[in-house]
């Protein structure tokens, strides 16, 4: 039987300062936990004042969890301790995982126009939050685009929606990230699958969830679902364009400290002894 998703709770985020002065509007984070399991985080970054980006994140360490920045406009050059280096731009993806730890930094670049992007923190179990770290960057010539219902276009970054498949595959978190776009009048359904927990955030436009008893949904709120099988989107005279984030949730309990999130205070003190004595990073760069 198909059940409709429901609107728990809705957010709309909070003006933050972050990195080196960044300022972005902070979705969710520390104060909602556990409230996204197993989403720890989601930052809308961007501005078309260059002052409110260009000091960027400069070197910071990670551990325990995987951030996903997803670009809409501009560039974010990257570079970190195991040697990668790259710059993501219009559409591109980059899946960093911490795990064991990473120390990297993140520096938006100067933009004829409007920067922005999305971060995305994912919590790792912690049977997998020493793993070694890793980084994978997706070009948008290779993320899959589906014409998913009539006038409904799909940006697949991770997970799988009518048979089509996202470019990243064997994450260590099984994570649905679908960019939705909805012409005015259109409409579609979203699946869910049982047992995970779903955002939806709209950062263009507005529309409705829901059937007999839908819910008006509009740019600059994020929509937690209640337990549900499908999230029914439709528009009227606007176009919608949205984020549907999925995972199933991990309930094992959170310590959190800045850029490191583990599951205990133990360890917590651990990371950051590590990281102040030189021993933080497992893995070191090939060759």
Known sequence: MSIPCVIETAIAGTPTLEGAGVRLNRMFGNREVPMFDPFLLLDDFGSDRPEDYLKGFPWHPHRGIETVTYMLHGEVTHGDSLGNEGTIRDGDIQWMTAGSGIVHQEMPQLTDGRLRGFQLWVKLPASLKMTA???????????????????VTVKLVSGSLNGSNGPLRDLLVDVD???IFLEPGASCEIPEKKGYRSFLFVFEGEGTLGHEDARRIEAGFVYKLGPCTTAPLKTNQQCMRLLFVSGKPHGEPVAW???????TQEELKQAFAEYHDGTFLKDKPAG
């Open 133 to 151: 770290p890793a980084y994978r960057e997706v070009k948008a010539s290779d993320v899959t685009t589906i014409d998913f219902a009539e006038g």
């Open 177 to 179: 990230y679908f960019d």
């Open 257 to 263: 400290g800045g850029p490191i999130v583990m599951n």
